[in-house]
């Protein structure tokens, strides 16, 4: 299994920008697809994006797409979440997933659903100002 750190998160203004970092230990991240979800007060947990295990294919919701990209280095057990054009209703807490499944099991469906994660980071939290 990894464990999750997450850090970058803060406070920034309406149209700015943040990076946001998931370090994982273990040495087996590369099986992992690994995804960032979010979670404001009093909404459930949402889905953000996903990235495959090497980094091949990725996945958006539709609230993000255009603004958020995810990457992962998996040299430095790494993923990470840019978030440009930030708005308010991105204000949320930030958390790290991820799933260990295989190609066979894999599907975005699958990856939009926190269900499907067995690990978890303790969150970060983004605040956008308006």
């Known amino acids: 299994q990894v464990q999750l750190v997450e850090s970058g998160g803060g406070l920034v203004q309406t149209g700015g920008s943040l990076r946001l970092s998931c370090a994982a230990s273990?040495?087996?991240?590369?099986?992992?697809?690994m995804a960032w979800f979010r979670q404001a007060p009093g909404k459930e947990r949402e889905f953000v994006t996903a990235?495959?295990?090497?980094?091949?294919?990725?996945y958006y919701a539709d609230s993000v797409k255009g603004r958020f990209t995810i990457s992962r280095d998996n040299a430095q057990n790494s993923v990470y979440l840019q978030m440009n054009s930030l708005k308010p209703e991105d204000t949320a807490v930030y958390y790290c997933?991820?799933?260990?499944?295989?190609?066979?099991?894999?599907?975005?469906?699958?990856?939009?659903?926190?269900?499907?994660?067995?690990?978890w980071g303790q969150g970060t939290q983004v605040t956008v100002s308006s």
């Open positions: 997933a991820a799933d260990r499944t295989s190609s066979l099991d894999y599907s975005p469906t699958r990856a939009r659903r926190a269900t499907s994660y067995q690990m």
């Open positions: 273990g040495r087996t991240f590369s099986n992992y697809v």
């Open positions: 990235i495959t295990w090497s980094g091949g294919s990725t």
